[in-house]
């Protein structure tokens, strides 16, 4: 079946020896959407851009670029900025800029112009002697200047100051709106929930929440009860089938419903609360309740 996805991830699996980094994942990018790769610290992320630029081999499975699998050719059209620079110490920016030109059909000249003053960085000094955020800022004025139809961005606003984060969630939600599709990963969950159209979540290497932001914000509710005095015990509670956990922080407790928040919103209101709010969830909420959620749990509500 040819693939209509830019990027499509199939069933892939990565071993180092015995050690599976990425097991089974299947991933598909629709074009022109923002799909932000969530995991904690060594869960596959990079491992997964890796193979699917074709730099690691995949144990199994397939990934694909806009139905291909990645050649040299894939590059005119793909930027990959990867987690740890990639950029030549002891050329300036005018120099990797002028690589660029010289190397990519559209790069487009005004742009970069453009990204260099938005990141305020000079041309003439040496890629090695900027800071690890100025770096990045050059490794994705880079990748933006050539108009790519696909970015791969691991942690692109990784070193950078919030102003420079914003400016990179901008970037990107911009290039999609121009049509280009984007794949990120990202430890800042608030960036992934403003850019993403869909969020993925990998833990120890396997998929374990994928869904559009809008569809896992809706699923499940929070119903926070806030008391005058300390929580009170309520009966059956972490036992309760339409609860996923329960959370108690001073006077505020708070639980993570699967279905049927106004009924538990009843019941927490029978303790005679000061206020009961049944809540959306936000993404922070959806990542810890999936890949740390037990470990948040306070030891009388296990
Ligand atoms: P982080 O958020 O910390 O960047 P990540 O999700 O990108 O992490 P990966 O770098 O993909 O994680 O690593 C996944 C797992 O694979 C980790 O346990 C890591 O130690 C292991 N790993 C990665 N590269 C190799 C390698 N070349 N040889 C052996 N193990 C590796």
Redesign the pocket.
């Known amino acids: 079946m040819s693939s209509t996805y830019a990027i499509a991830i199939r069933d892939f699996t990565k071993r180092?020896g015995s050690?599976e980094?990425v097991s089974s994942l299947t991933l598909e990018v629709e074009p022109g959407s923002i799909c932000g790769l969530l995991?904690p610290?060594?869960?596959?992320?990079?491992?997964t851009f890796k193979c699917l630029l074709n730099l690691a081999r995949p144990t199994s499975g397939t990934m694909q670029v806009e139905g291909a699998p990645v050649q040299p050719a894939t590059f005119e059209e793909l930027a990959y900025v990867p987690?740890r620079s990639a950029l030549y110490e002891w050329l300036t920016l005018a120099d990797h800029l002028e690589f660029n030109r010289r190397s990519y059909r559209k790069y487009d000249a005004k742009r970069a112009d453009e990204l260099v003053n938005l990141f305020r960085l000079e041309r003439k000094k040496k890629v090695g002697k900027l800071s690890k955020g100025q770096q990045t800022a050059v490794a994705l004025i880079l990748a933006f200047s050539i108009q790519p139809r696909i970015l791969v961005l691991d942690e692109p606003a990784s070193g950078l100051d919030p102003v420079f984060q914003r400016v990179v969630l901008d970037l990107i939600i911009e290039a999609a709106a121009g049509g280009a599709t984007i794949l990120f990963s990202s430890?800042q969950i608030g960036q992934v929930e403003r850019a993403a159209d869909r969020v993925a979540i990998?833990k120890n290497g396997r998929l374990i929440v994928d869904g559009t932001v809008d569809s896992l914000k809706g699923s499940e509710k929070v119903v926070e009860a806030i008391f005058d005095q300390a929580v009170p015990e309520v009966d059956g509670l972490t036992s309760d089938a339409r609860i996923r956990r329960v959370e108690r922080s001073g006077r505020i407790l708070r639980a993570y419903v699967k279905e049927d928040s106004d009924g538990i919103a009843r019941r927490l209101s029978e303790y005679s609360p000061k206020n009961v709010a049944v809540m959306d969830l936000n993404l922070e909420d959806i990542f810890i309740n999936a890949v740390g959620g037990e470990t948040a749990l306070p030891q009388g509500d296990r």
Not at 41 to 47: A, E, H, I, L, V
């Open positions: 180092y050690f980094a995991g610290n060594g869960s596959g992320k990079t491992t987690e430890h990998l």
